[in-house]
T-cell receptor, first 112, second 115 residues
Framework: DQQVKQNSPSLSVQEGRISILNCDYT??????FLWYKKYPAEGPTFLIS?????DKNEDGRFTVFLNKSAKHLSLHIVPSQPGDSAVYFC???????????FGRGTSLIVHP | DAGVIQSPRHEVTEMGQEVTLRCKPI?????LFWYRQTMMRGLELLIY????????DSGMPEDRFSAKMPNASFSTLKIQPSEPRDSAVYFC?????????????FGSGTRLTVV
């Protein structure tokens, strides 16, 4: 049973436009959320995180929004660049464990 | 630091053979994790160690899987006997502290194909 769900396996966006990657979770005890980015033939790398005491965290072109009541978070990339093409994993921590639970990932393709 | 180093990068083996995947964590990191990535299940945690001691192996799919960490700089994940459904990318990650909040450092992974 997936506690962290990324329901879109893939997303295609034009360069310069906004990319929105979505993530839903079921465990209300999760209180910290992370996004990882993975290029082909490489391991995932940490991108951005957010604590449940916040509803937004911004780092350059990347912004993560958290809606606790809906158990939903999203990653916005503005503007999208071809180098952003990668698989993005959502992860959540909480419920007495410090080990993240990962989603299945969303493959983002940014077209020039 | 060279980061988390995994070997081999690719492994193709026949069903029934033993497979050993290797990992060298970042020096000074006291947590080590083994993950498996598949299309169906995404990134699954198999097992993790703290100070070379296995803490949680509940993610290990079957008794055919075993993992060891004989010292702070080396860990192995062994599959014996291997089966085609074990085909996946296996990642090792390490962290300082229990660390989910601080992000893990992942290796580049081992792509395992069992034919």
């Amino acid at each position: 049973d997936q506690q962290v769900k990324q329901n879109s396996p893939s997303l295609s966006v034009q360069e310069g436009r906004i990319s929105i990657l979505n993530c839903d979770y079921t465990n209300s005890m999760f209180d910290y959320f992370l996004w990882y980015k993975k290029y082909p033939a490489e391991g995932p790398t940490f991108l951005i995180s957010i604590s449940s005491i916040k509803d937004k965290n911004e780092d350059g072109r990347f912004t993560v929004f958290l809606n606790k009541s809906a158990k939903h978070l999203s990653l916005h990339i503005v503007p999208s660049q071809p180098g952003d093409s990668a698989v993005y994993f959502c992860a959540a921590i909480g419920g007495g464990s410090y080990i993240p639970t990962f989603g299945r990932g969303t493959s983002l393709i940014v077209h020039p | 630091d060279a980061g988390v180093i995994q070997s081999p990068r690719h492994e193709v083996t026949e069903m029934g053979q033993e497979v050993t995947l290797r990992c060298k964590p970042i020096s000074g990191h006291d947590y080590l994790f083994w993950y498996r990535q598949t299309m169906m299940r995404g990134l699954e945690l198999l097992i993790y160690f703290n100070n070379n001691v296995p803490i949680d192996d509940s993610g290990m799919p079957e008794d055919r899987f075993s993992a060891k960490m004989p010292n702070a700089s080396f860990s192995t994940l062994k599959i014996q006997p291997s089966e085609p459904r074990d085909s996946a990318v296996y990642f090792c990650a390490s962290s300082l502290r229990q660390g989910g909040h601080y992000g893990y450092t992942f290796g580049s992974g081992t792509r395992l194909t069992v034919v």
